[in-house]
């Protein structure tokens, strides 16, 4: 059974940064497909970034193109997610996820908060 636990948030100032670290242990995540989401208070779950086993196909939702980017290390059984320029709208829970088979995710993190201060 995979566990994927998420780390790497805290409280940060509009226009900074941070590196989001998901972490699996209990299995190797090597070919599955990984994601990050997150979800604000009071809203729905948001799709924010995915990555493809090999990395040779990411994707980005359209409010952290060109500022976050999704990477992986199979090696070390981690996903990242590095954020920039970062917007006190982008204050949420992130959660990693990853799916085994497709695009499908079966597997999903605790989550760890972003709060980024105006």
């Known amino acids: 059974q995979v566990h994927l636990i998420e780390s790497g948030g805290g409280l940060v100032q509009a226009g900074g940064s941070l590196r989001l670290s998901c972490a699996a242990s209990g299995g190797s995540i090597s070919t599955y497909h990984m994601a990050w989401f997150r979800q604000a208070p009071g809203k729905e779950q948001e799709f924010v970034a995915a990555?493809?086993?090999?990395?040779?196909?990411?994707y980005y939702s359209d409010s952290v193109k060109d500022r976050f980017t999704i990477s992986r290390d199979n090696a070390k059984n981690t996903v990242y997610l590095r954020m920039n320029s970062l917007k006190p709208e982008d204050t949420a829970i992130y959660y990693c996820?990853?799916?085994?088979?497709?695009?499908?995710?079966?597997?999903w993190g605790q989550g760890t908060q972003v709060t980024v201060s105006s």
């Open positions: 996820a990853g799916a085994e088979y497709g695009e499908v995710y079966d597997y």
């Open positions: 990555i493809s086993w090999s990395s040779n196909s990411i």
